[in-house]
Protein backbone atom coordinates (compact mmCIF):
# COMPACT_ATOMS: atom_id res chain seq x y z
CA UNK A 1 0.00 0.00 0.00
CA UNK A 2 2.57 2.38 0.76
CA UNK A 3 4.61 1.45 -2.65
CA UNK A 4 1.21 2.10 -4.58
CA UNK A 5 0.75 5.76 -2.69
CA UNK A 6 4.31 6.58 -3.22
CA UNK A 7 3.92 5.89 -7.08
CA UNK A 8 1.07 7.73 -7.27
CA UNK A 9 2.83 11.17 -5.47
CA UNK A 10 5.81 10.72 -7.71
CA UNK A 11 4.07 12.18 -10.74
CA UNK A 12 2.78 15.06 -8.16
CA UNK A 13 5.99 15.50 -7.22
CA UNK A 14 7.22 16.21 -10.93
CA UNK A 15 4.00 18.26 -12.43
CA UNK A 16 5.11 20.51 -8.95
CA UNK A 17 8.10 20.82 -9.91
CA UNK A 18 7.17 22.13 -13.93
CA UNK A 19 4.91 24.42 -12.91
CA UNK A 20 7.06 26.06 -10.71
CA UNK A 21 9.82 26.08 -13.24
CA UNK A 22 7.21 27.14 -15.88
CA UNK A 23 6.24 30.33 -13.50
CA UNK A 24 10.29 30.82 -12.61
CA UNK A 25 10.11 31.32 -16.61
CA UNK A 26 6.95 33.38 -16.79
CA UNK A 27 8.28 35.92 -14.15
CA UNK A 28 11.76 36.01 -16.00
CA UNK A 29 9.97 36.97 -18.99
CA UNK A 30 7.45 39.54 -17.95
CA UNK A 31 10.50 41.13 -16.52
CA UNK A 32 12.70 41.60 -19.44
CA UNK A 33 9.73 42.72 -21.45
CA UNK A 34 8.59 45.02 -18.84
CA UNK A 35 12.48 46.59 -18.69
CA UNK A 36 12.29 46.86 -22.40
CA UNK A 37 8.92 48.96 -21.90
CA UNK A 38 10.47 50.98 -19.68
CA UNK A 39 13.92 51.38 -21.91
CA UNK A 40 11.34 52.06 -25.38
CA UNK A 41 9.18 54.59 -23.56
CA UNK A 42 11.97 57.69 -23.65
CA UNK A 43 13.15 56.10 -26.39
CA UNK A 44 10.06 56.65 -28.33
CA UNK A 45 9.63 60.07 -26.46
CA UNK A 46 12.70 61.35 -28.10
CA UNK A 47 12.32 60.45 -31.18
CA UNK A 48 8.55 61.38 -31.10
CA UNK A 49 9.64 65.04 -29.54
CA UNK A 50 13.22 65.35 -30.97
CA UNK A 51 14.56 63.59 -33.72
CA UNK A 52 11.36 63.85 -35.66
CA UNK A 53 11.26 67.47 -35.53
CA UNK A 54 15.01 67.78 -35.94
CA UNK A 55 14.75 66.29 -39.12
CA UNK A 56 11.66 67.98 -40.42
CA UNK A 57 13.09 71.34 -39.81
CA UNK A 58 16.67 70.01 -41.35
CA UNK A 59 14.34 68.54 -44.46
CA UNK A 60 13.13 72.39 -44.27
CA UNK A 61 16.76 73.74 -44.35
CA UNK A 62 18.23 72.27 -47.54
CA UNK A 63 15.03 73.39 -49.49
CA UNK A 64 14.58 76.77 -51.71
CA UNK A 65 12.16 79.49 -50.67
CA UNK A 66 8.98 79.60 -52.62
CA UNK A 67 6.35 81.56 -53.07
CA UNK A 68 3.60 78.91 -52.44
CA UNK A 69 1.89 76.79 -49.43
CA UNK A 70 4.12 75.25 -48.04
CA UNK A 71 6.69 78.63 -48.88
CA UNK A 72 9.80 76.02 -49.77
CA UNK A 73 10.34 73.31 -52.47
CA UNK A 74 10.07 69.52 -51.71
CA UNK A 75 12.98 67.18 -50.81
CA UNK A 76 11.98 64.95 -53.30
CA UNK A 77 10.36 64.57 -56.49
CA UNK A 78 9.56 63.08 -59.78
CA UNK A 79 10.73 64.44 -63.28
CA UNK A 80 8.48 64.46 -66.41
CA UNK A 81 10.30 61.15 -67.16
CA UNK A 82 9.09 59.65 -63.95
CA UNK A 83 12.56 59.16 -62.47
CA UNK A 84 13.25 60.35 -58.50
CA UNK A 85 15.25 63.04 -58.04
CA UNK A 86 16.45 64.47 -54.26
CA UNK A 87 17.11 68.45 -54.50
CA UNK A 88 19.31 69.66 -51.86
CA UNK A 89 20.31 73.58 -51.95
CA UNK A 90 22.97 74.56 -49.42
CA UNK A 91 23.03 77.87 -50.15
CA UNK A 92 20.73 78.77 -46.78
CA UNK A 93 23.84 77.92 -44.65
CA UNK A 94 26.17 79.86 -46.97
CA UNK A 95 23.76 82.81 -46.42
CA UNK A 96 24.13 82.62 -42.86
CA UNK A 97 28.05 83.16 -42.95
CA UNK A 98 28.07 85.54 -45.77
CA UNK A 99 25.86 88.28 -43.90
CA UNK A 100 27.11 89.74 -40.80
CA UNK A 101 23.51 89.80 -39.44
CA UNK A 102 23.66 86.34 -38.38
CA UNK A 103 27.24 86.07 -37.04
CA UNK A 104 26.99 88.80 -34.90
CA UNK A 105 22.91 87.76 -33.75
CA UNK A 106 24.68 84.30 -33.15
CA UNK A 107 28.04 86.12 -30.90
CA UNK A 108 25.35 88.14 -29.46
CA UNK A 109 23.57 85.58 -27.92
CA UNK A 110 25.95 83.51 -26.95
CA UNK A 111 27.98 86.19 -24.68
CA UNK A 112 24.20 87.24 -23.23
CA UNK A 113 23.71 83.91 -22.36
CA UNK A 114 27.36 83.07 -20.96
CA UNK A 115 27.20 86.14 -18.85
CA UNK A 116 23.43 85.14 -17.47
CA UNK A 117 25.07 82.02 -16.67
CA UNK A 118 27.56 83.28 -14.77
CA UNK A 119 25.69 86.17 -12.85
CA UNK A 120 22.86 83.23 -12.29
CA UNK A 121 25.44 80.89 -10.67
CA UNK A 122 26.76 84.07 -8.85
CA UNK A 123 23.64 84.66 -7.37
CA UNK A 124 22.47 80.99 -7.12
CA UNK A 125 25.37 79.14 -5.10
CA UNK A 126 25.37 81.23 -2.27
CA UNK A 127 21.86 80.87 -2.26
CA UNK A 128 21.73 77.10 -2.18
CA UNK A 129 24.18 76.87 0.18
CA UNK A 130 22.20 79.02 2.55
CA UNK A 131 19.34 76.89 1.63
CA UNK A 132 21.70 73.42 2.49
CA UNK A 133 22.84 74.80 5.67
CA UNK A 134 19.69 75.91 7.18
CA UNK A 135 17.54 74.38 9.57
CA UNK A 136 14.98 71.44 8.41
CA UNK A 137 11.76 73.73 9.01
CA UNK A 138 13.08 77.11 7.34
CA UNK A 139 14.84 74.96 4.59
CA UNK A 140 11.74 73.68 3.27
CA UNK A 141 10.36 77.37 3.36
CA UNK A 142 13.28 78.90 1.45
CA UNK A 143 12.62 76.16 -0.77
CA UNK A 144 9.07 77.47 -1.42
CA UNK A 145 10.28 80.72 -1.95
CA UNK A 146 12.22 79.37 -4.77
CA UNK A 147 10.33 77.69 -6.77
CA UNK A 148 7.24 79.81 -6.05
CA UNK A 149 7.58 82.26 -8.77
CA UNK A 150 6.61 79.19 -11.37
CA UNK A 151 3.38 79.33 -9.97
CA UNK A 152 2.79 82.79 -11.95
CA UNK A 153 2.63 83.39 -14.91
CA UNK A 154 6.44 83.87 -17.20
CA UNK A 155 5.10 86.35 -19.38
CA UNK A 156 3.24 88.26 -16.81
CA UNK A 157 6.45 88.68 -14.63
CA UNK A 158 8.54 89.70 -17.67
CA UNK A 159 5.61 92.42 -17.84
CA UNK A 160 6.56 93.28 -14.26
CA UNK A 161 9.69 93.82 -15.03
CA UNK A 162 8.74 96.45 -17.29
CA UNK A 163 6.39 97.96 -15.03
CA UNK A 164 9.68 98.40 -12.70
CA UNK A 165 12.30 99.03 -14.85
CA UNK A 166 10.53 101.94 -16.98
CA UNK A 167 11.13 105.52 -16.92
CA UNK A 168 8.22 105.87 -14.70
CA UNK A 169 8.76 102.96 -13.10
CA UNK A 170 9.19 101.97 -9.53
CA UNK A 171 12.69 101.83 -9.52
CA UNK A 172 13.21 105.10 -10.83
CA UNK A 173 10.37 106.90 -8.82
CA UNK A 174 12.01 105.11 -5.86
CA UNK A 175 15.74 106.85 -6.61
CA UNK A 176 13.84 110.32 -7.07
CA UNK A 177 12.48 109.94 -4.06
CA UNK A 178 15.12 109.09 -2.19
CA UNK A 179 16.96 111.72 -3.95
CA UNK A 180 19.88 109.89 -5.17
CA UNK A 181 18.94 110.96 -8.75
CA UNK A 182 17.36 113.65 -10.54
CA UNK A 183 16.14 112.27 -13.30
CA UNK A 184 14.78 108.69 -14.39
CA UNK A 185 17.95 106.09 -15.74
CA UNK A 186 16.97 104.78 -18.84
CA UNK A 187 16.92 101.17 -17.77
CA UNK A 188 14.31 99.26 -20.29
CA UNK A 189 14.80 98.42 -23.98
CA UNK A 190 18.67 97.60 -23.08
CA UNK A 191 21.24 94.92 -22.48
CA UNK A 192 21.00 95.56 -18.72
CA UNK A 193 17.03 94.86 -18.96
CA UNK A 194 17.55 91.39 -21.05
CA UNK A 195 19.92 90.66 -18.11
CA UNK A 196 17.67 91.47 -15.15
CA UNK A 197 14.85 89.37 -16.45
CA UNK A 198 16.63 86.32 -17.82
CA UNK A 199 18.84 86.26 -14.34
CA UNK A 200 15.65 86.44 -12.57
CA UNK A 201 13.73 84.03 -14.96
CA UNK A 202 16.60 81.68 -14.68
CA UNK A 203 18.02 81.69 -11.28
CA UNK A 204 15.56 78.84 -10.16
CA UNK A 205 17.19 76.30 -12.68
CA UNK A 206 20.63 77.19 -11.25
CA UNK A 207 19.97 76.88 -7.45
CA UNK A 208 17.78 73.40 -7.78
CA UNK A 209 20.51 71.25 -9.32
CA UNK A 210 22.86 73.23 -6.57
CA UNK A 211 21.42 72.61 -4.07
CA UNK A 212 20.49 68.51 -4.60
CA UNK A 213 24.29 68.18 -5.23
CA UNK A 214 24.86 70.20 -2.43
CA UNK A 215 22.37 68.39 0.01
CA UNK A 216 24.39 65.16 -0.33
CA UNK A 217 27.78 66.66 1.04
CA UNK A 218 29.55 65.07 3.95
CA UNK A 219 29.59 68.64 6.30
CA UNK A 220 32.33 66.44 8.12
CA UNK A 221 34.91 67.17 5.62
CA UNK A 222 34.60 70.86 6.18
CA UNK A 223 35.48 70.36 10.36
CA UNK A 224 38.60 68.03 9.02
CA UNK A 225 39.21 70.82 6.80
CA UNK A 226 39.18 73.34 9.44
CA UNK A 227 40.78 71.00 12.43
CA UNK A 228 44.24 70.71 9.63
CA UNK A 229 44.63 74.52 9.72
CA UNK A 230 42.57 75.29 6.61
CA UNK A 231 41.07 78.48 6.28
CA UNK A 232 37.14 79.11 5.26
CA UNK A 233 38.60 80.29 1.98
CA UNK A 234 41.26 77.33 1.57
CA UNK A 235 38.40 74.66 2.24
CA UNK A 236 35.72 76.00 0.03
CA UNK A 237 38.29 76.45 -2.54
CA UNK A 238 39.57 72.83 -2.07
CA UNK A 239 36.65 71.00 -0.47
CA UNK A 240 33.08 72.49 -1.39
CA UNK A 241 33.82 73.58 -5.08
CA UNK A 242 34.82 70.22 -6.44
CA UNK A 243 32.55 68.33 -4.98
CA UNK A 244 30.17 70.94 -6.24
CA UNK A 245 31.30 71.00 -9.67
CA UNK A 246 28.60 68.48 -11.39
CA UNK A 247 25.70 70.38 -9.86
CA UNK A 248 27.78 73.91 -11.17
CA UNK A 249 27.72 71.88 -14.73
CA UNK A 250 23.98 70.86 -14.53
CA UNK A 251 22.67 74.57 -13.25
CA UNK A 252 25.06 76.21 -15.98
CA UNK A 253 23.66 74.18 -18.80
CA UNK A 254 20.07 74.73 -17.53
CA UNK A 255 20.49 78.30 -17.86
CA UNK A 256 22.37 78.52 -20.87
CA UNK A 257 20.30 76.76 -23.49
CA UNK A 258 17.47 77.78 -22.96
CA UNK A 259 18.95 81.77 -22.50
CA UNK A 260 20.57 81.15 -25.85
CA UNK A 261 17.66 81.04 -27.42
CA UNK A 262 15.35 82.97 -25.30
CA UNK A 263 13.11 85.21 -27.49
CA UNK A 264 10.02 87.30 -24.66
CA UNK A 265 12.91 88.44 -22.41
CA UNK A 266 14.87 90.04 -25.36
CA UNK A 267 12.15 91.10 -27.15
CA UNK A 268 10.14 92.73 -24.40
CA UNK A 269 13.02 94.02 -22.56
CA UNK A 270 15.37 94.45 -25.00
CA UNK A 271 12.39 96.50 -26.70
CA UNK A 272 14.23 95.14 -30.44
CA UNK A 273 17.94 97.18 -29.41
CA UNK A 274 19.30 94.04 -28.39
CA UNK A 275 18.74 91.10 -30.71
CA UNK A 276 19.35 87.41 -29.79
CA UNK A 277 18.75 84.24 -31.99
CA UNK A 278 14.96 84.19 -30.74
CA UNK A 279 13.91 87.50 -32.55
CA UNK A 280 15.46 86.58 -35.32
CA UNK A 281 14.01 82.90 -36.03
CA UNK A 282 10.70 85.14 -35.53
CA UNK A 283 11.63 87.71 -38.14
CA UNK A 284 12.73 85.04 -40.22
CA UNK A 285 9.73 82.85 -39.98
CA UNK A 286 6.86 85.23 -39.73
CA UNK A 287 8.06 88.60 -41.35
CA UNK A 288 10.00 86.99 -44.03
CA UNK A 289 8.68 83.86 -44.82
CA UNK A 290 11.36 82.46 -45.37
CA UNK A 291 11.68 78.92 -43.64
CA UNK A 292 14.40 77.62 -45.16
CA UNK A 293 16.52 80.38 -44.21
CA UNK A 294 15.14 80.24 -40.57
CA UNK A 295 15.38 76.62 -40.39
CA UNK A 296 19.13 77.02 -41.05
CA UNK A 297 19.64 79.24 -38.44
CA UNK A 298 17.77 76.82 -35.58
CA UNK A 299 19.80 73.80 -37.04
CA UNK A 300 23.20 75.92 -36.85
CA UNK A 301 21.56 76.94 -32.95
CA UNK A 302 20.92 73.15 -31.91
CA UNK A 303 24.35 72.49 -32.99
CA UNK A 304 25.82 75.45 -31.08
CA UNK A 305 23.89 74.04 -28.03
CA UNK A 306 24.61 70.14 -28.62
CA UNK A 307 28.46 71.06 -28.23
CA UNK A 308 28.04 71.97 -24.08
CA UNK A 309 25.66 69.32 -23.70
CA UNK A 310 28.16 66.67 -25.13
CA UNK A 311 30.91 67.81 -23.02
CA UNK A 312 28.47 67.67 -19.97
CA UNK A 313 27.97 64.37 -20.63
CA UNK A 314 31.65 63.36 -21.15
CA UNK A 315 31.95 64.49 -18.10
CA UNK A 316 29.67 62.73 -16.45
CA UNK A 317 30.75 59.12 -18.03
CA UNK A 318 33.84 60.27 -16.61
CA UNK A 319 32.95 60.38 -12.94
CA UNK A 320 30.53 57.37 -13.13
CA UNK A 321 33.42 54.86 -14.48
CA UNK A 322 35.56 56.35 -11.57
Known amino acids: MSDRS ?62 AIPPFSPLIEFTEDGLLTIRLIFENYSYLWEDDLYVKT ?30 PTAKNILLLLVILPFWTSFLLRVYAWMGLLADQGTINNFLIWLGVIDEPIRMMYSEFAVYVGIVYSYV ?75 RVLYNEFNANHDWPVASAVAIVLLLLLVLPMMVYQHIQSKETEA
Open 106 to 135: YVNSLKISTISTILCLLVGYPIAYGIVRAQ
Open 204 to 278: PFMILPLYANMEKLDMALHEAAADLGARPFTTFRTVTLPLTMPGIIAGSLLVFIPATGEFVIPDLLGGGNVLMIG
Open 6 to 67: SSLGEPDGKSDLEVRSFTTEMIARLQTAWQTVIVFVPYFWLLLFFLAPFFIVLKISLAESLI
